[in-house]
């Protein structure tokens, strides 16, 4: 189940909670009853060390095929 983060408009509280994707989004505060935004942007991946990037993939001088004359 993923998991959901809340902060109230009102008093600022914020909260996380499990939901189904099927679930409804919640709509109020459970400590004021004021309106709550879900919140975006927390990255749940993290790309860490070789070959996620464009020049990771490309060959090196090295790694070449030498040309057979």
Known sequence: MP?????????EHSFDLWQDFEAEAE????????????VFGQLGVSFKGTGF???DSRPTESSKPKSSD
């Open 27 to 38: 709509t109020l505060c459970p400590k004021c009853g004021g309106e709550l935004r879900k």
């Open 53 to 55: 990037y464009r020049t």
């Open 3 to 11: 998991t959901y983060s809340y902060v109230c408009k009102k008093c």
